[in-house]
C-alpha cells in the first residue's frame, strides 16, 4: 500500500493490513518502493549516493530507511535526523504444541506475549494470523497469513457462578485464557493442522500442504474486526495495538512525504527511520532494538555520507525521536497520573520525561524537540510519571546507549494502553504525521 499523510482512512488500512510484525514489515517495504525508495542490502550502504534514498529490511521484522541530502558533507557538519518505533504489540501467542482438552471442548494452547491487561480479552471474537514454514520440494518456503478465516472466543465464567468476577479481574493464562477452538470430536484435534495446512497451500499456490509439511510457525490470535473510528464526531480511533503501529505509520508516512517532495541540493544531513520489533520482551533479539542491526546501520550510514568523521561524533550532534504511544490522563482515574502535566486525547504529541531513564531524558534534547514543535506550530504535551508508580520503558534509552546519540521520547497519547483494544484521538494522528514530515523534510528547522 502507498502511505499517505493527512488521510485518516490510509492509517485504518494499514492498522487492517498489518496484524503482526511480518506484515508491518511487507507493507511497509511496499510504500517505501512505491515512494521511490530502492531497496538495498548492509553491504550495499558503501555504494548509496547522496540524493536518493534507500531501504533495508532485515530479518522478518524490521527495517530502516534512509537518505542523504545532495551537499557536500565537507561543507558542514555531519549530522543525522532519526526516528525510531516497534512494530509488535501484546497478543495471545499459539504454542507450537496441541490442542488443550476439557468436557467435550477443543481450545488452542496459548501464552501471552508482552504485558497485556487480560481480562478484555474474553467474550470478544478473535482471529489467528502470522507465518507458518512449510517445507516444499524446493526447500523451506514462510507464508504469510493474516486472516484464516475463522472465529475463535474465550467465553467467561458467568456471574452466578463466579459471585467475585467484578471484584477483581484476575486469570490465569495457562488455564483460563484458552481460545475455544471447536468440540472435542475424532477429527477435532487433526482439524487444526488441517486448517493450517489447507489455507497456507491456497495462499501460496502449493498443489498440496501435507499436515507433516508444516515445520513450524509463529501464529498470534488478535481482535477480529479491525480499527474503528468512534465518537460523537468520529474523532477517536479504537484499534488493537496502535501502541505502537501508529507511531510506525507515522513515521514512515512522514518519512515517504520528504523522499516523495525531492531532496534539495543544499541540505547536508542524513534522514533515517527505524522499525524495531520485540520492544514489548525487552528488545533482545535479532531485530529488537538491542541488536547489532541499528549500531551497525548507522555506523555504515555515517562512514558513508561523513567520511573521516567518527560516527559517535556525528550521533552527538544528531537528534533521535523515540516514538512510542503515552499515556493520556484517565478522566475516570485522574489518580494515576500527575495533577501538573494533564495529557489530554487531541492535544497533540506527549514529550515524555523521567529522570531515572526509562525515557531518554535529557535538558538539551527535549529543548530541541520542544523548539522544532513551537517553530512548526505542532502541539505538543508534556508528560511527567506519577512518582509513586513505575512507569514503561522504551527502545529510546537502548538505541542512546547503542548509539551514542542524543534521544527524546515522544509519542501520541493513548487510553487503554495494552488493553486489546487501544483509544486514541484522530487529530492526534494527523499531527504526528505533520511532525514526522516537517522533521524528514531537507532542511527543516
Not at 532519526?82 to 496441541?98: E, F, I, R
Not at 512449510?134 to 478465516?149: C, I, N, R
Request: proline share 5%; with cysteine.
Amino acid at each position: 500500500m502507498k502511505l499517505v499523510a493527512g488521510d485518516i482512512a490510509n492509517f485504518i488500512e494499514f492498522l487492517d493490513k498489518t496484524p503482526t510484525p511480518f506484515h508491518v514489515l511487507s507493507e511497509l517495504s511496499g510504500a517505501l518502493t512505491a515512494a521511490g525508495c530502492e531497496r538495498i542490502t548492509l553491504s550495499g550502504v558503501d555504494r548509496a549516493e547522496r540524493g536518493k534514498a534507500y531501504f533495508i529490511p532485515f530479518g522478518d521484522t524490521a527495517v530502516v530507511a534512509f537518505f542523504a541530502g545532495s551537499k557536500s558533507p565537507s561543507e558542514a557538519p555531519g549530522r543525522i535526523r532519526m526516528a525510531a518505533a516497534h512494530v509488535d504489540y501484546p497478543v495471545l501467542k499459539v504454542k507450537n504444541t496441541g490442542l488443550r482438552k476439557g468436557n467435550g471442548i477443543l481450545r488452542l494452547n496459548v501464552e501471552m506475549y508482552g504485558g497485556a491487561i487480560v481480562h478484555p480479552w474474553l467474550d470478544r471474537p478473535l482471529k489467528l494470523c502470522g507465518r507458518v514454514v512449510v517445507k516444499t520440494p524446493e526447500g523451506l518456503k514462510s507464508v504469510d497469513v493474516s486472516d484464516f478465516g475463522k472465529r475463535f472466543v474465550i467465553p467467561n465464567a458467568a456471574i452466578h457462578m463466579n459471585h467475585g468476577v467484578n471484584d477483581g479481574a484476575k486469570f490465569s493464562i495457562q488455564n483460563q485464557l484458552l481460545p475455544f477452538f471447536g468440540l472435542d470430536t475424532e477429527e477435532g484435534e487433526e482439524a487444526f493442522a488441517n486448517m493450517i495446512a489447507s489455507k497456507v497451500a491456497s495462499l501460496a499456490d502449493i498443489t498440496e500442504v501435507k499436515v507433516s509439511d508444516i515445520m513450524s510457525f509463529d501464529l498470534s490470535l488478535v481482535v477480529a474486526g479491525g480499527a474503528t473510528l468512534c465518537g460523537a464526531d468520529n474523532e477517536f480511533i479504537q484499534a488493537q495495538g496502535l501502541d505502537d503501529r501508529a507511531m510506525v505509520h507515522s513515521i514512515f508516512t512522514g518519512f515517504c512525504e520528504a523522499v516523495e517532495n525531492g531532496i534539495p541540493e543544499d541540505d547536508p544531513s542524513v534522514r533515517i527511520a527505524f522499525a524495531f520489533n520485540h520492544e514489548e520482551c525487552g528488545s533482545q533479539t535479532d531485530t529488537g532494538a538491542k541488536s547489532a542491526f541499528a549500531a551497525e546501520t548507522v555506523k555504515a550510514i555515517a562512514s558513508r555520507f561523513f567520511p573521516g568523521e567518527h560516527s559517535l561524533e556525528v550521533c552527538q550532534r544528531s537528534l533521535l525521536l523515540s516514538s512510542d504511544m503515552g499515556h493520556a490522563t484517565h478522566p475516570s482515574f485522574p489518580e494515576f497520573s500527575d495533577s501538573t502535566s494533564p495529557v489530554v486525547l487531541g492535544g497533540g504529541i506527549v514529550l515524555k520525561t523521567m529522570w531515572n531513564q526509562s525515557y531518554s531524558t535529557a535538558a538539551g534534547p527535549m529543548a530541541e524537540f520542544a523548539y522544532f514543535c513551537e517553530k512548526n506550530n505542532i502541539p505538543y504535551q508534556r508528560f511527567s510519571n506519577n512518582a509513586d508508580s513505575r512507569g514503561g520503558g522504551t527502545i529510546g534509552p537502548v538505541l542512546a546507549a547503542a548509539l551514542g546519540i542524543k534521544t527524546c521520547d515522544i509519542g501520541s497519547p493513548l487510553l487503554a494502553m495494552h488493553s486489546p483494544m487501544e483509544l486514541g484521538a484522530v487529530s492526534d494522528h494527523l499531527t504526528a504525521e505533520e511532525l514526522f514530515g516537517k522533521f524528514f523534510a531537507p532542511a527543516a528547522q
